[in-house]
């Protein structure tokens, strides 16, 4: 059974940062694409940041240079490393797991990010 647990968000200042953790558990860790997306109130999902197998990234054009997506496959891990958060950054963040090859992605439970003003 895949699992996937998120961990690391709360509450912040604006200009802050978080590092959010998520670590997978029941799948081959090494070929899995990994991504963080995220749910504002009121508004749909969003991807905010995505890393291969192979470690490329893509980020959301309107986070570039404030988040950083990473992978430790050692310990099945991928992190966010979220700074000079915005307000705008609230909201509950998802991580996601896609195996190469297999349509159908995993996600985890959330965990919710509160940036103060």
């Known amino acids: 059974q895949v699992q996937l647990q998120a961990c690391g968000g709360g509450l912040v200042q604006a200009g802050g940062s978080l590092k959010l953790s998520c670590a997978a558990s029941g799948i081959i860790f090494s070929i899995v694409n990994m991504g963080w997306y995220r749910q504002a109130p009121g508004k749909q999902r969003e991807m905010v940041a995505v890393i291969t197998s192979w470690g490329s990234t893509n980020y959301a054009d309107s986070l570039k240079g404030r988040f950083t997506i990473s992978r430790d496959d050692a310990k099945n891990t991928v992190h966010l490393q979220m700074n000079s958060l915005k307000p705008e950054d609230t909201g509950v963040y998802y991580c996601?797991?896609?195996?190469?090859?297999?349509?159908?992605?995993?996600w985890g439970q959330g965990t919710k990010v509160t940036v103060s003003s």
């Open positions: 996601r797991a896609l195996q190469v090859g297999s349509p159908d992605p995993y």
